[in-house]
Structures are given as structure tokens and as C-alpha cells.
């Protein structure tokens, strides 16, 4: 398996702007989490999703915020409009439903708003 | 709720030395216990977990890890620090039952001298 791919890996925009990023899961894990990484933060849990439904989304910072998982094999966190402050690298894994189950993480998209 | 600490946001050590990096959680019961590795532009790959039985466990890379109950910690070690360890450690601590989503700690940076 390719694991957890991410698209883009880097994305420059400018204030305003809506950001689309991308995410494709291991094939047969049933659980989807979308984190935030920054220095003054760490890792921060944004929103999961368990066989598609998203189950929390508590951890996404505001409304311009948003999340979705059309099928097993796809998500999006998409960021509309952009601010400068939503600058970090952003995460995407995933994970069996199991309990004692590790999470697999994709290489992350660097996301930088001018 | 859950939540893990780990006290130290940078560990030095010199190449060869042995290494202690220090975890405590906080959870009612027995919780599920990971430790991730996050090399530099890279996502986080699992390193070790505990759930059960044997309290010492050891994981990829020459590192271990021992479970204290009594100290609420899982501490990580390794006996003896190659340079490319230099990276970041990310202990996480898991529920039973209800959610099996686990909560990160805020990391701990590895710089390794020569």
C-alpha cells in the first residue's frame, strides 16, 4: 500500500483566497483525522471521521473551516477564505477500527497564506 | 478525559549517549500508550504502543518503553543515540471503550551533538 497520500504537499495563496486540501486514506481503514501542526499550537485534532460520517468536528478552529468525506477513499479540508493565522502544516491519517490501532499519517500539506 | 505531558520540550544529547525521554498521562483505567517518531518535513510514524501485559515494550529503531502505573508515565528510552534520531517524539495516550481516538502530547524536540 502507497500509504496515506496528501495534495498538495506545498500551497502558497494569498489572504482570502479558498484552500482546497486533499487526502487519501489506506484502503480498509475506517477512521479519518484531519490535524492542524504548529509551533505555538503542536498537533492539534481538527475533525475525524469514522466509515465516512464525520463524529467530531470540535477541534475545528472556525466556521471558515470545513470537512468532508464523499467515499472511503477521499477527503478535503477546505479553508474559505484563508488567513494568515491558518498558516501550519496540516495532516491527514488514518486507521483501522480497532482499539488498540496506531494511526498511519500522510507526509502533511505545508500551507502558507500570504 | 484523557491527556498526556511531556515535560521537556528539548532534549540534547550527545551522539552514543543514552536517552530518556519522559511522558505522564492522565486516564482513569488502563489506557493505551503510543509513542511516535516525526522526522523533519515528515509525518509521525508509530515507534512502540502498549495496551497490555508485559510492562517493558520495545519498538522499531533500538528504542523501549516502560509502562509505570503507580507514576501514570511511559517513558522512552534508547541505550544509545545515533545522529539520525535527531527528531521529534510525540507520546499519545488512547481511551477504551467509546472513543479510540488518541490524545498527542505537545512533543519533545531530539537534537543530537556529535
Known amino acids: 500500500d502507497a500509504g496515506v497520500i496528501q495534495s498538495p504537499r506545498h500551497e502558497v495563496t494569498e489572504m482570502g483566497q479558498e484552500v482546497t486540501l486533499r487526502c487519501k486514506p489506506i484502503?480498509?481503514?475506517?477512521?479519518l483525522f484531519w490535524y492542524r501542526q504548529t509551533m505555538m499550537r503542536g498537533l492539534e485534532l481538527l475533525i475525524y471521521?469514522?466509515?465516512?460520517?464525520?463524529?467530531?468536528d470540535s477541534g475545528m478552529p472556525e466556521d471558515r473551516f470545513s470537512a468532508k468525506m464523499p467515499n472511503a477513499s477521499f477527503s478535503t479540508l477546505k479553508i474559505q477564505p484563508s488567513e494568515p493565522r491558518d498558516s501550519a502544516v496540516y495532516f491527514c491519517?488514518?486507521?483501522?477500527?480497532?482499539?488498540?490501532?496506531?494511526?498511519?499519517f500522510g507526509p502533511g500539506t505545508r500551507l502558507t497564506v500570504l | 478525559a484523557q491527556s498526556v505531558t511531556q515535560p521537556d520540550i528539548h532534549i540534547t544529547v550527545s551522539e552514543g549517549a543514552s536517552l530518556e525521554l519522559r511522558c505522564n498521562y492522565s486516564?482513569?483505567?488502563?489506557?493505551?500508550l503510543f509513542w511516535y517518531v516525526q522526522s523533519p518535513g515528515q509525518g509521525l510514524q508509530l515507534l512502540l504502543k502498549?495496551?497490555?501485559?508485559?510492562?517493558l515494550v520495545q519498538g522499531i529503531k533500538g528504542f523501549e518503553a516502560e509502562f509505570k502505573r503507580s507514576q501514570s508515565s511511559f517513558n522512552l528510552r534508547k541505550p544509545s543515540v545515533h545522529w539520525s534520531d535527531a527528531a521529534e517524539y510525540f507520546c499519545?495516550?488512547?481511551?477504551?471503550?467509546?472513543?479510540?481516538?488518541?490524545?498527542f502530547g505537545r512533543g519533545t524536540s531530539l537534537i543530537v551533538h556529535p
Open positions: 491519517a488514518s486507521s483501522t477500527q480497532r482499539g488498540d490501532a496506531e494511526q498511519f
Open positions: 484502503s480498509g481503514h475506517d477512521y
Open positions: 471521521f469514522n466509515n465516512n460520517v464525520p463524529i467530531d
Open positions: 486516564y482513569g483505567a488502563t489506557p493505551y
Open positions: 502498549y495496551f497490555s501485559g508485559d510492562t
Open positions: 499519545a495516550v488512547g481511551a477504551i471503550g467509546g472513543s479510540y481516538i488518541p490524545t
